[in-house]
């Protein structure tokens, strides 16, 4: 990780039905998230969306954010 980067584990499980009502139905632009911590992390949804399987969104993510918390990159590390 290079200076001043700032790293979050966390995991979601999210499925199917909660990703197509939140997310398509009634527009959610955001999920907060608890990281591994215990710090709260807001995520644009659209990070996300490649992420969305059958089975909606599951597994466990790294987020990098810059100094400034702006994103550099969203890995997902495992699916469950």
């Known amino acids: 990780m290079g200076p001043g980067m700032h ?3 966390f995991s979601i499980l999210m499925s199917t039905q909660d990703v197509e009502y939140h997310y398509y139905t009634r527009g959610l632009t955001s999920v907060v998230v608890t990281s591994e911590r215990g710090l709260r992390v807001q995520i ?3 990070r996300l969306v ?3 399987t059958s089975n909606g969104i599951r597994g466990r993510f790294r987020l990098r954010t810059d100094e ?3 994103f550099i990159s969203l890995e997902l590390l495992q699916s469950f």
Do not use: C, G, S
């Open 7 to 9: 790293e979050y584990l």
């Open 44 to 46: 644009p949804m659209r």
């Open 50 to 52: 490649p992420f969305i």
């Open 68 to 70: 400034q918390h702006r």
